[in-house]
Each structure stands twice: as C-alpha cells, then as structure tokens.
C-alpha cells in the first residue's frame, strides 16, 4: 500500500513539476516575444497635393502599411485635419493588429514649425500652434497611452532626417537637402540632424528679382515690398499656371487653372494629383520641343539653380540631396537646374560637388516624420 502510494505521489508531483515548467516556459517565451517585437512608428506626411501616410520600423526605414489621399485644399483646412487624424487612427489600428507596441506619431507639415513642434505659419493650411498635435491626441487613438509621442515637424526637415538616415545623405556628414514639389524648400543638415535656426524657419528660399504667378503671389505675410518665395515661380503649379498663361496646350486639351489661395495656386490640386500631373505634361510637352513649355521649364530651372547655387555658396555642403515629386521627376528641369547652379558656384573647387536624387524617393517624407516621433531621434 505504501509503495501504491509513493509512486502516486511521485507521478503527481512530476505531473505538477511538467505543469510548472511548460507554464513558465510559456511566460518567458511570451515575454521574449513581446520584447523582442519592434516598436513601431507612424508617420504622416502632408502635402499640397497628397497626404502620405506609413508605418515606419525605425531600425531600418521600411514603410509597410502605406496610404495615400488628396489633400484637395479647397475642402478647407478643418476638413484635411480631419482626413489627416483620420489616417493616423487607421495606421495606428494596423499597428495594433500586428501586435507590436506603437512608439509614437509624427506628422510633416508644409508650414513653418518651431523647434517645439508648434505651427508659425498658415501658408497652405491654418493649422497654427499645437492645433494639429491636440487634434490627434483628442481622437483617443492613438493617444490612449498618454505618454505616446507626437510631434510636429517642417515636412522637409523629416524628409531630410531619413535622408540623413537611411537615404542619399548617410555617407555625407554636411549635406543640403532641397525638396521640390507643390512646394519649395530646403535643410541643412549636420552630422545627421537637420538644422531648425533659432525659430525654426530656417527653410525658406526666395525669388529676388522674379515675378510670381498670379496676383499678389509673394513671400508671407504678403507685403508688396517682399520678393516671392521660390515656389511660386519655379515649384509644379507655378510651371502649371505660367504655360496655361502663356497659352501653352498639352495632347487632351488645356492644363487646368488654378486660383490663388495663401500664397500658392490651389484650383487644381484635386483627387489623383491633377497639378502633380499637369506639372509632368508640361516637363513632357518640354521634352517634345514645345516652345513655350520650353521657355517655362528653362526659366524655372534657372531659378531653381539660382537658389541651389545660393545655398551652396553660403552653406559649403558635401552634397546636394534633392527630393519632392517634381525634384525626382528628372529631364531638362531638373538638368538646367543643376546646370545653372554649378555656374553660378563662385569656388571652382565646389561645382562639381555631389548633386544627387533623394535615396529614399517619395516615401523620405513618411519616413522622416516617423523618425522624428522616435525618442531616440526626435527632439
């Protein structure tokens, strides 16, 4: 009988001892798996013609989960908020259904941003202050963790931190990065982190001496006296807007008109990217030997050369990184472009610096934003 119950005794306790180890084997395997999942960002980034938008693993860069809308400006700029929170709660719920934790949000503006994160500028969208970061937390997701971060950052100086990072700009230590698109814009970056100035308006590229498209097109606040910002004479809807006005027609019909509104020709930036599309058939009717979209393009791309010419003189960068659907677009823009620059480059050492694409493409946007929610690399 004693031996019966030895036996038994042992049997439960191995039993129990099996029980023990599988279930403490399962909690660290869990808890192994849980720290070993990457901690994932989104990043949004807002344009004059898209809103692009991403789930960005900050170790390497890759953007899964990728979404695109138009911006549409007309709607007004409570509308694109909404679309905007509405997208950043759409990635944030794919993270969730991944499993993996959500490290943070950030979102690239086209509009002045202070190194704190607060909006200075209302050029394309009325978002001043923390109105855009309030608007996120307010949706309850992602903000449920009220620890999450969120920033705000200058759309080009995102772009030129993933460049810096994971593009063009990892092998250079003093690069320039130019973004062209909707709009024009540029940052210095140094030994990987894009300079902000004191109020972090040091992005800005005037025109002196061009005239603008479209009546009272200049630089902000909009006074008479002030020479126009670069975009407005050499960005997609200013090449739009001067061939429509030079009478310019394209196969299909006429480029769409646009009306004035902040300083930036809006009326055809509409779903699908209609200004993206117009600014590639006039760089197309350009390529064909159309004249005047000839004489627009080349005009356009002194301009820009002007300006790249300008920076480099001033700032001595090791390379010139340039992003942004139009800067990406190549053909005789872009060429005159850089033609034009090394030219007006005053040190003969200089000019045949490194003039090169962004690495990253259209997606240094995305990217940059995410990295700038990162605590390790946002500020």
Not at 202 to 221: E, F, H, I, N, Y
Request: aromatic share 2%.
């Amino acid at each position: 009988m004693s031996r019966t119950r030895s036996a038994s005794d042992t049997a439960a306790n191995a039993a129990a001892n099996t029980a023990a180890n599988t279930a403490a084997n399962t909690a660290a395997n869990t808890a192994a798996n849980t720290a070993a999942a990457p901690q994932l960002l989104v990043g949004v980034d807002v344009g004059g013609t898209k809103i692009a938008g991403g789930v960005v693993d900050p170790r390497t860069g890759t953007v899964r989960h990728r979404v695109t809308v138009p911006t549409d400006l007309r709607r007004g700029s409570d509308a694109v908020l909404l679309t905007t929170v509405a997208l950043i709660r759409q990635l944030a719920d794919a993270v969730a259904d991944e499993g993996c934790p959500l490290g943070g949000v950030g979102v690239g503006v086209p509009e002045l941003v202070s190194p704190a994160g607060d909006i200075t500028s209302d050029h394309l969208l009325a978002w001043r202050g923390d109105e855009l970061s309030a608007a996120i937390a307010a949706d309850g997701r992602p903000a449920a963790r009220t620890d999450l971060p969120v920033r705000i950052e200058s759309d080009v100086r995102a772009a030129a931190l993933a460049e810096a990072r994971f593009g063009a700009g990892r092998e250079h230590d003093v690069f320039v990065y130019v973004t062209i698109g909707t709009g024009i814009s540029f940052s210095l970056v140094q030994h990987g982190v894009p300079y902000a100035g004191a109020r972090g308006n040091a992005l800005l590229l005037l025109a002196p001496g061009a005239k603008p498209t479209g009546p009272d097109v200049v630089g902000r606040p909009g006074a008479s006296d002030q020479p126009p910002l670069l975009e407005t004479v050499a960005a997609g809807p200013a090449l739009v807007e001067r061939f429509r006005v030079a009478g310019g027609q394209v196969a299909g019909g006429e480029v769409a008109g646009g009306e004035v509104a902040g300083g930036q020709v809006v009326g055809s930036q509409v779903a699908g990217g209609r200004v993206e599309r117009d600014a590639r058939m006039v760089l197309n009717a350009a390529a064909a030997g159309d004249p005047v979209a000839v004489t627009v393009v080349r005009d356009a791309g002194d301009a820009l050369g002007d300006a790249i010419a300008l920076l480099v003189n001033a700032l001595d960068p090791e390379a010139v990184v340039v992003g942004g659907g139009l800067g990406l677009a190549g053909g005789a823009y872009l060429a005159g472009a850089v033609d034009r620059a090394r030219r007006m480059i005053w040190a003969p050492e200089t000019r045949a610096l490194p003039i090169v694409p962004a690495g990253l493409g259209v997606h240094a946007g995305v990217v940059g934003a995410a990295l700038a929610a990162d605590a390790e690399h946002g500020r």
